[in-house]
Structure formats: structure tokens, C-alpha cells
């Protein structure tokens, strides 16, 4: 990847195919842009910067061809502030979709036919979208009737992890695109963080613990949904420095893990954080397996 770029953030369309990232020049403290990315040929290319603004919290639809994001004035009281939308295939500028000086978060997601958003923090409560405007120029919204807390779509659109503001008790929601959700299924073992697993059929998770496992569980539909006993998704338990981002997540099928690393940087002793791509992961579990039981011997 191109150097000296600080990344802060990623996340993986939902076919796996690419990704969007904060990111930052040099080292600066604030104004981190907007770039993208195909994960089989890494080339980060920015898409959406703002002299003055810092953009974070990007969200990719399921293609990537549209990202989202928060794009803030820290320091002052800009009109051009807010939640903003890019077409990565249109070549246009990106539009100020929601004007907000709260900072508006797109934390939610795309739904699977990339017509909505889910989005928070403009105002009071959550609400999706239209990802295009009607023949008036004005986006619909559908307000979303769920708790406070963190939530995100499953890249099928069909779920909502949700995430209270205080506490790990994750549960995932069914969600029907009229704003309502449906029942519930409680996430095992009470994990500190979970990102949605890319999937070509199905839904899961893969979850850190407190105490930095790793573990996954399949979502199984039914007339109550409810989740697969955990199963290991390390073999071993990472370094310190690996895995620690909030902000990891993972890409298609098991082929790739996109992780931040912290490493450090030795003319200024800063940690700045990197992108890793790990090709065909699973077999690299397998190995880390076999290593970590010879050494046991």
C-alpha cells in the first residue's frame, strides 16, 4: 500500500470484494479522508476529502460501489458538516446526504440491495435513508425502532447487531426494511466486540472476549433464531500488538481477515496503525494450528 498513510478504520463490502478506510497523511492530528480499495489487488484510491472536515466511521454497501461517512469540524461550526454519500463508480464529488454539527454516523450499514441506509446520531433516534433521492431530490426516511446502542446490518440485510450503549449483552434482531424489527437471539458468552462474517449463504459472527478470544457462531433461522454453540476462530491467542482494533473485520468466505496493526514507527516512537490482508486465511489457521500443538509437545 502507498506510503506514510495512517489508517483508522476499515470495513469490507459485503460481497468481500473491497474495502473503505479513514485514513490520514503523515502525521497530522485530525483530517482523515475517505479511500477505498479492492481486497485481491490492495491500491487504496481516495474517494471523498474535505479541507478542514475529518471523515470517519466509513460504511460500504454490499458491491462497494456506494461508502458512506461522518465528516466533522472539531474545532469549529462548518454548515458542511454531516453524513456524507460517495459513488465510487459515478466519479461525482460526495453529497452532503444529512448536515449535522452533532456529527452523523452511518454506523449501521447498507441494506443488501444498496437503496438504504442505516443511520444514527443526526437527531433523536435511528432511522434508514434513500441511498438516491426521489424525482423531488429528496431522500425518504424510514424510521427504526430500536434502543440505544450500537447497531449493524448482517450483509444480507436481513439482521441487526445490536450492541447496548452500556454493557456486552449483544442480541441480534430480524429487521424488515418498514423500520421494525422482529425476535431476538442472544449472543453467547457475552463478547466485547463482533463483526458480522461475509458469507455466500447464512449468517455469523466472529466475537472477542474480555480476555482477547476469538471465537464464532453461526446464526440458525427458524421459527425462533438462535446461535451455534462457539467454536475457536484463533488457534491460539493473538499477540498484543495484533487484533486489539475495535475496528477489524472480516471478508469473504474465510479467504481474508482485514485487521489494523499497530507497529511501531521508529524515527517518532508513534504507534500508527496498518492494514494487513491475509490470503487464504484459512489454511493459515491451519498452520498456526499445527505449530502451536508441535510446540506443546
Request: net charge negative.
Amino acid at each position: 500500500m502507498q506510503d506514510r498513510l495512517e489508517i483508522a478504520y476499515v470495513k469490507v463490502s459485503g460481497d468481500g470484494k473491497m474495502f473503505a478506510a479513514a485514513v490520514k497523511k503523515g502525521y497530522v492530528e485530525l483530517g482523515h479522508e475517505i479511500w477505498v480499495s479492492e481486497m485481491d489487488a490492495p491500491a487504496l484510491r481516495r474517494v471523498g476529502a474535505f479541507a478542514g472536515l475529518d471523515c470517519d466511521f466509513a460504511q460500504i454497501s454490499y458491491t462497494g460501489r456506494y461508502v458512506a461517512a461522518s465528516c466533522v469540524d472539531w474545532f469549529g461550526d462548518r454548515e458542511d458538516e454531516g453524513l456524507y454519500l460517495w459513488d465510487t463508480d459515478g466519479g461525482k464529488e460526495g453529497e452532503l446526504i444529512l448536515a449535522s454539527n452533532a456529527g452523523c454516523m452511518p454506523n449501521g450499514g447498507f441494506t443488501r440491495d444498496e437503496r438504504w441506509l442505516l443511520a444514527k446520531g443526526c437527531e433523536p433516534g435511528r432511522f434508514l435513508i434513500a441511498v438516491q433521492p426521489g424525482s423531488d431530490g429528496v431522500r425518504d426516511r424510514v424510521p427504526v425502532d430500536l434502543p440505544k446502542g450500537f447497531a449493524e446490518l448482517s450483509p444480507d440485510g436481513r439482521w441487526v447487531l445490536h450492541t447496548p450503549t452500556a454493557g456486552n449483552r449483544k442480541v441480534v434482531l430480524r429487521f424488515h426494511e418498514d423500520g421494525s424489527v422482529g425476535e431476538a437471539a442472544r449472543v453467547p458468552s457475552d463478547p466485547s466486540l463482533c463483526w458480522w462474517q461475509k458469507r455466500s449463504e447464512g449468517n455469523g459472527l466472529v466475537c472477542r472476549t474480555e480476555d482477547d478470544r476469538y471465537f464464532q457462531v453461526d446464526l440458525i433461522e427458524g421459527p425462533v433464531a438462535r446461535f451455534s454453540n462457539p467454536r475457536p476462530y484463533l488457534a491460539n491467542k493473538p499477540d498484543e500488538t495484533e487484533f486489539r482494533s475495535r475496528w477489524n473485520d472480516t471478508a469473504s468466505d474465510g479467504r481474508y481477515l482485514a485487521m489494523i496493526l499497530r507497529a511501531e514507527e521508529a524515527k517518532t516512537k508513534r504507534r500508527l496503525p496498518e492494514i494487513e490482508v491475509v490470503l487464504n486465511w484459512t489454511e493459515h489457521l491451519k498452520r498456526e494450528l499445527a505449530e502451536s500443538e508441535s510446540a506443546d509437545r
